[in-house]
T-cell receptor, first 115, second 112 residues
Framework: SAVISQKPSRDICQRGTSLTIQCQVD?????MFWYRQQPGQSLTLIAT?????????ESGFVIDKFPISRPNLTFSTLTVSNMSPEDSSIYLC????????????FGPGTRLTVT | SQQGEEDPQALSIQEGENATMNCSYK?????LQWYRQNSGRGLVHLIL?????REKHSGRLRVTLDTSKKSSSLLITASRAADTASYFC????????????FGTGTQLKVEL
């Protein structure tokens, strides 16, 4: 399975500011995704991070609020812009499409609190 | 939107007992994956079952899939206190481009 790291692991931010979360994989993967998990809830897909092109966003999520980059096959960033307390969540990146598997693996998550 | 509903929402058992969690979904799938999450941390991948498979085992885990009923179950045998966690099913919808849609989750508590 792929080894995935995320930075930062947690942060406390003031409303109106932005935070960029990094996701690094130890091997080249086909697909990278970003999910949000609000307190006490399940996971919701934000977007698919496409290498070398604009991300594909799910309904209810927009690029201005959650800009995503994916410059290569092992790295992606998610920015949470102009934050409000409602953005307090765990943000997780995931990957799939390694050499031998369709399984999707998740990073450890970034716990964001907006005050 | 949630593709899957899981039941029960919460389950409390004694160590050594078996735990069964169920997942239902709505549309045609390529595969279904089960995950464990401890205390709001990252998700641990447990098992993937493809749409043409009916049963799969991994250690103390047994997963079944019934595509005619659009349902899956996860059985943990001989549970341990360390199995205490939230368990989620996630479906890769046919034509969905490897995206996963998660169920609502089951909170399992295994007591000594």
């Amino acid at each position: 399975s792929a080894v995935i790291s995320q930075k930062p692991s947690r942060d406390i931010c003031q409303r109106g500011t932005s935070l960029t979360i990094q996701c690094q994989v130890d091997s080249q993967v086909t697909m990278m995704f970003w999910y949000r998990q609000q307190p006490g809830q399940s996971l919701t897909l934000i977007a698919t991070a496409n290498q070398g092109s604009e991300a594909t966003y799910e309904s209810g999520f927009v690029i201005d609020k959650f800009p995503i980059s994916r410059p290569n096959l092992t790295f992606s960033t998610l920015t949470v812009s102009n934050m409000s307390p409602e953005d307090s969540s765990i943000y997780l990146c995931s990957v799939s499409g390694t050499a031998s598997s369709y399984e999707q693996y998740f990073g450890p998550g970034t716990r964001l609190t907006v005050t | 939107s949630q593709q899957g509903e899981e039941d029960p929402q919460a389950l409390s058992i004694q160590e050594g007992e078996n735990a069964t969690m169920n997942c239902s979904y709505k549309t045609s799938i390529n595969n279904l994956q089960w995950y464990r999450q401890n205390s709001g941390r990252g998700l641990v991948h447990l098992i993937l079952i493809r749409s043409n498979e009916r049963e799969k085992h991994s250690g103390r885990l047994r997963v079944t899939l019934d595509t005619s009923k659009k349902s899956s179950s996860l059985l943990i045998t001989a549970s341990r206190a360390a199995d205490t966690a939230s368990y989620f099913c996630a479906t890769e919808v046919t034509g969905g481009g490897n995206k996963l849609t998660f169920g609502t989750g089951t909170q399992l508590k295994v007591e000594l």
